[in-house]
């Protein structure tokens, strides 16, 4: 998978579940100005969720996924829920 300046971040797609990370993680840096991250497409019609860098990011293949490489080692977070709860309380 693709890594790019900042510790968090997002494989997803512009699906309702992918849009719910991004809604929350926009309004969050609103807040806190040091919050940071990269979002990239993961296009489930190609089958990007099936690609071995995917998996390892969610053994699910499934979108929307998250690494974490502000903690060592990086956490993985996927399924929405999961990702919209590790975001709130790492950003309290």
Known sequence: LKKG????QIYSMATPNGVKVTMLLEELCDI???????AWAA???NGDQFTS??????????IPC??????????RV????????????KFN
């Open 78 to 89: 996927f399924e929405s829920a999961s990702i919209l709860m590790y975001v709130s309380e």
């Open 5 to 8: 300046d900042h510790d968090l």
């Open 32 to 38: 806190h100005l040091d919050l940071e991250y990269d």
């Open 66 to 75: 998250m690494m974490d490489y502000g903690t060592t080692p990086p956490t």
């Open 43 to 45: 296009s489930i019609m």
């Open 53 to 62: 860098g995917f998996v390892e990011c969610n053994p699910n293949s499934k």
